[in-house]
């Protein structure tokens, strides 16, 4: 399959979940995760109307958006984000979802360039307690999103989570179920306004999307596997 064919049929996919949630056509916005993929890969995403972009590191995702200068593309932040790194992302993305701990927010409110709109960021929640996942806790999120909304040049726009990985479609649904609770909540007891939920994958963006997730994150079933995974 080509990557228009398989951009295609993701979105068709999402369409269908819209529906079947009985949510508007369009509320779901994708997310075409591009990590290890060649700059001609993007390209053929682009030529067919892609222009939101994934990247999880970032000396790569800087050779790409150093390529790709010229075309029109918002470039999200996904990966894990080491503090010595943060000022490349602050200074060359439009949004980062791995937000997983206080200095982190604060060094890349700090870090984003005057002359650029705020950074907009979700706040990476490990939802179902996994040792080996990074994110806050999600008795830990209430307490840092109200000091993160607070920073001048960030804009909080939701959570963002990679909940374990389940087959059966209800297990899935109920980890999506907890994040947007928790939004809910987050919104109801500090007075925000999140918006975004950034959740599902290739393997389970129906799940998200029933649940409200309103960005979902496709690598493999736009490009296909990936090397090393
Ligand atoms: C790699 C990655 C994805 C994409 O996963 P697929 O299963 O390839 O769709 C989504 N979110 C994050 C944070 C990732 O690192």
């Not at 939101?52 to 390529?67: C, H, N, P, T, W």
Request: hydrophobic share 45%; net charge neutral.
């Amino acid at each position: 399959m080509s990557i228009e064919q398989a951009l295609a049929a993701i979105r068709a996919r999402i369409a269908k979940a819209e529906i079947a949630a009985g949510r508007p056509p369009g509320s779901v916005s994708l997310l075409a995760v591009s990590k290890t993929r060649e700059v001609a890969d993007l390209r053929a995403a682009l030529a067919a109307g892609q222009h939101r972009f994934g990247e999880s590191y970032v000396q790569e995702a800087l050779d790409k958006i150093a390529a790709l200068a010229e075309e029109d593309i918002e470039w999200h932040f996904i990966g894990p984000l080491q503090s010595n790194k943060s000022r490349q992302v602050a200074e060359h993305f439009h949004w980062c979802h791995s937000v997983d701990r206080l200095k982190l927010a604060r060094r890349l409110s700090a870090q984003r360039p005057a002359g650029l709109p705020p950074l907009q960021v979700c706040l990476q929640v490990n939802i179902s307690g996994e040792a080996s996942k990074s994110g806050f806790a999600p008795a830990a999120v209430c307490a840092a999103a109200a000091e993160i909304a607070s920073l001048p040049n960030l804009v909080l726009r939701g959570l963002m989570a990679i909940p374990a990985r389940e087959r059966d479609f209800h297990r899935q649904r109920a980890a999506f179920a907890r994040l947007r609770e928790l939004r809910d909540a987050l919104n109801a007891e500090r007075d925000l306004s999140l918006d975004t939920l950034s959740m599902g994958m290739t393997g389970d963006l129906e799940a998200a999307i029933a649940e409200g997730a309103t960005l979902v994150r496709v690598g493999t079933g736009i490009f296909g596997s990936r090397t090393g995974d």
